[in-house]
Structure formats: C-alpha cells, structure tokens
C-alpha cells in the first residue's frame, strides 16, 4: 500500500537527480563530491539477485542534495535489512523505519521517519496530512533501492518532507 502523493514523488525521481546532481556538482565540496559519486557508481543488479543481497547489517550514510545546500554528507550510521524486506536506520538522530518490497517492478523502500527516542507509527498509520512541525515529527520516506554488489546498495528518496529535494542513504558492508 502506497500514498498517492507518495507515488507521485517516486515519479519524478529521474527529474529531481538531475536537478539536484547539476546543483551539487556545482557548487559542492570536492571532498563530498567524491562520496557521492562512489555512492553512484555502478549499474543495480537485476532485481531477483538483488533480493537475496539485502538482508543482513550495513554501514549506512545519508547524504542530502538540494534546497538549502548543494550536497550535505552525514557521517556513517548503522542500519538492519531483515529477511522479511523490513529496514531500520539504527544510529543517529534521524531514523527512518520501514519495509523493502516491489513496487511496479522495482524495488522500493517505503517507510516512516522519525526522530531517534520517538516510537515510530507504521508508514500505513500516518496521517493523510502530515505536518513536518509537529512533535513527535513522523513523516513519510519513500524511495527506489538500488543494489549495486553484495557489499554496497543505495536508496534513493526523491523530495522527501523535510530539509532536501533528493536523500540518498548509501548502504555498505
């Protein structure tokens, strides 16, 4: 189960990258630069062998493109991916818990943000309006996931609720 307007944001993934990519190359810090193109590189796997690759811990790193700053890279955190397609951001203050599945023949992550110490609401219990000022701040976080290799995959979250046009969570073993 999807959101309409959640759906719609998957939609213009393709449009918001190359916005958000033009801007970061730009006027990005060399330094961040060099993460987010390692965190690019590479074709995704078909998806029936990416399925198999997912589950197990990752070393996960959010970077932020667009809005107020061309590129904004986070440190590492941690984050789980369970056998059953479930997906937890473990570490850090902004935590997103949700649920890895297909999605019109892709996969798709689809899930809840959060702050770290709230209890999360499932993504199927969020209000249809959601305010991104409430407290607690629970919001909706869809994305397409990408596994490039066994050891690294990408999560790709076009015009997310808060701070950025584009976050792309970048998964590593």
């Known amino acids: 189960m999807i959101r309409a307007d959640d759906r719609d944001r998957l939609k213009h993934l393709d449009e918001v990258a190359g916005r958000t990519l033009r801007s970061a190359l730009a006027m990005a ?3 961040d630069l060099d993460v987010l193109a390692a965190g690019l590189r590479g ?3 078909p998806v029936d062998k ?15 493109l667009g809005r107020n700053l061309p590129l904004v890279v986070y440190q590492p955190f941690r ?6 397609g479930s997906f937890r951001k473990l570490t850090g203050s902004q935590r997103i818990i949700g649920q890895i599945g297909m999605l019109e023949g892709h996969q798709t992550y689809i899930g809840t943000g959060f702050i770290a110490g ?3 609401v499932p993504y199927g219990k969020l209000p249809q309006q959601v305010d991104p000022a409430a407290i607690p701040q629970r919001v909706p976080e ?4 990408e596994v490039v ?3 690294e995959a990408r999560i790709l979250l076009p015009l997310p609720v808060l701070e950025s046009d584009l976050n792309l969570l970048l998964l590593r073993r």
């Open 50 to 64: 990416a399925a198999s690759i997912l589950p197990g811990e990752w070393s996960c790193r959010m970077l932020k």
């Open 79 to 84: 984050c789980r991916i369970g056998g059953d």
């Open 118 to 120: 709230d209890e999360p």
């Open 43 to 45: 074709a995704p796997l």
């Open 29 to 31: 810090d060399p330094a």
């Open 149 to 151: 290799s066994p050891t």
């Open 142 to 145: 869809v994305g397409v996931v």
